[in-house]
């Protein structure tokens, strides 16, 4: 079992950055696929990006591809989300999501994700 603690939301400017960092608990971090997922007022969760346990390989939704970076140092059981060129639209809670590595899931459903972290809040003003 891993839990999961997200940080580094706030406000900022459209066109600015933010980092966002989830920390992960247990010795097995290694096995997990990450998640980010983001959910705006009245909206469903969406993904937003993913990466394999060995950070080889990441995935983006195409509404933040070119944008956003997704990276993990297993050293030290983080997961980041580095965000660029933030648009209004942008604005959601962001969450951090795991699960162990199991190739008939698929990183992008919600539903393939076993763990949450609490969520933490951005805000893009225009």
């Known amino acids: 079992q891993v839990q999961l603690v997200g940080s580094g939301g706030g406000l900022v400017q459209a066109g600015g950055s933010l980092r966002l960092s989830c920390a992960a608990s247990?010795?097995?971090?290694?096995?997990?696929?990450m998640g980010w997922f983001r959910q705006a007022p009245g909206k469903e969760r969406e993904f937003v990006a993913a990466?394999?346990?060995?950070?080889?390989?990441?995935y983006y939704a195409d509404s933040v591809k070119g944008r956003f970076t997704i990276s993990r140092d297993n050293a030290k059981n983080t997961v980041y989300l580095q965000m660029n060129s933030l648009k209004p639209e942008d604005t959601a809670v962001y969450y951090c999501?795991?699960?162990?590595?199991?190739?008939?899931?698929?990183?992008?459903?919600?539903?393939?994700?076993?763990?949450w972290g609490q969520g933490t809040q951005v805000t893009v003003s225009s």
């Open positions: 999501a795991a699960y162990e590595t199991d190739y008939g899931r698929t990183y992008y459903s919600k539903g393939a994700y076993d763990y």
């Open positions: 247990g010795r097995t971090f290694r096995r997990y696929e």
């Open positions: 990466i394999t346990w060995s950070g080889g390989s990441t």
